[in-house]
C-alpha cells in the first residue's frame, strides 16, 4: 500500500493530520514512514504507537500536555515525537476518553 501519488508532494510544505484506512498494520505504517520520509520533518523521530498496548502512556501524555502540567517520569510519547512524526495505528481501539484528548490535542 502506498500513498496517493499527490500526497507525499503536499505534505512536505503542509504538516497535517492523516489518516490512513485498511490495509494491515504494516501496510498503514509503511504510508505513514513514506509521508515522514519525504517531509520536512524527516530528521525527526518516527514514533509508533499500537492504541491497543500503549493507551496507559499516551492518555497520560495527552492529559499532562492538555493541562499544561510538565511530563512525569513514565514514557511520554508526544515528547519522544517532537520534531519528527507520531504514528498511531489502532485508533479504535483506545477508550473514548483517550480519543477524546487525542482530538482536543490535534
Same mark, same amino acid.
Given at each position: &500500500?502506498?500513498?496517493?501519488?499527490?500526497?507525499?508532494? %503536499?505534505?512536505?510544505?503542509?504538516?497535517?493530520?492523516?489518516?490512513? %484506512?485498511?490495509?494491515?498494520?504494516? &501496510?498503514? &505504517?509503511?504510508?505513514?514512514?513514506?509521508?515522514?520520509?519525504?517531509?520536512?520533518?524527516? #530528521?525527526?523521530?518516527?514514533?509508533?504507537?499500537?492504541?491497543? #498496548?500503549?493507551?496507559?502512556?499516551?492518555?497520560r501524555a495527552l492529559?499532562?500536555? %492538555?493541562? @499544561?502540567?510538565?511530563?512525569?517520569?513514565?514514557?511520554?510519547? %508526544?515528547?519522544?515525537?517532537?520534531? @519528527?512524526?507520531?504514528?498511531?495505528? @489502532?485508533?479504535?481501539?483506545?477508550?473514548? #476518553?483517550?480519543?477524546?484528548?487525542?482530538?482536543?490535542?490535534?
Amino acid at each position: &500500500m502506498t500513498p496517493p501519488a499527490g500526497l507525499p508532494r %503536499l505534505h512536505p510544505t503542509n504538516l497535517a493530520n492523516v489518516l490512513v %484506512l485498511g490495509g494491515t498494520a504494516a &501496510m498503514r &505504517m509503511d504510508v505513514a514512514e513514506t509521508f515522514h520520509r519525504g517531509s520536512r520533518l524527516k #530528521r525527526g523521530p518516527f514514533v509508533c504507537l499500537d492504541g491497543s #498496548r500503549h493507551e496507559p502512556e499516551l492518555h497520560r501524555a495527552l492529559e499532562a500536555w %492538555l493541562s @499544561g502540567v510538565a511530563a512525569g517520569p513514565w514514557s511520554d510519547p %508526544l515528547h519522544a515525537a517532537a520534531y @519528527g512524526t507520531l504514528f498511531l495505528d @489502532g485508533v479504535d481501539s483506545l477508550s473514548s #476518553r483517550t480519543q477524546s484528548l487525542l482530538l482536543t490535542f490535534t
